[in-house]
């Protein structure tokens, strides 16, 4: 059972910058991580992901703007947001497979944990 818990969401005007981080616990090795955001009736949708070889797969929405990492030891998912925009309002998930995952994929149904989320509002 793989646990996970976000921080780091908040207010912010356009333009700023926020990190968010995902901290798991249980065995995640390898496994696919990423990051996913719903904003008010919309579905969810996946914005950024590191496979478990470490490649990256980002939206096109985010792209150049947004950073993933993980830092495997501490098990700890990041997301470097920045240059941020009112259309990147949402609530911020973050998510892993449960296996072993070597192909990126931004598909929520590949997915089975998932954290509570965090709220990110972006003003003009």
């Known amino acids: 059972q793989v646990h996970l818990v976000e921080s780091g969401g908040g207010s912010v005007q356009a333009g700023g910058s926020l990190r968010l981080s995902c901290v798991a616990s249980?065995?995640?090795?390898?496994?696919?991580m990423g990051w996913f955001r719903q904003a008010a009736s919309k579905e969810r949708e996946g914005v950024a992901v590191?496979?478990?070889?470490?490649?990256?797969k980002y939206a096109d929405s985010v792209k150049d703007r947004f950073i993933i990492s993980k830092d495997t030891a501490a098990k700890t998912l990041s997301l470097q947001m920045n240059s941020l925009k009112p259309d990147d309002t949402a609530t911020y998930f973050c998510?892993?497979?449960?296996?072993?995952?070597?192909?990126?994929?931004?598909?929520?149904?590949?997915?089975?944990?998932w954290g509570q989320g965090t709220q990110v509002t972006v003003s003009v």
């Open positions: 998510a892993t497979t449960n296996y072993p995952c070597g192909i990126e994929t931004l598909d929520t149904r590949n997915f089975a944990n």
């Open positions: 590191i496979s478990g070889n470490g490649r990256t």
């Open positions: 249980g065995n995640t090795y390898r496994y696919c």
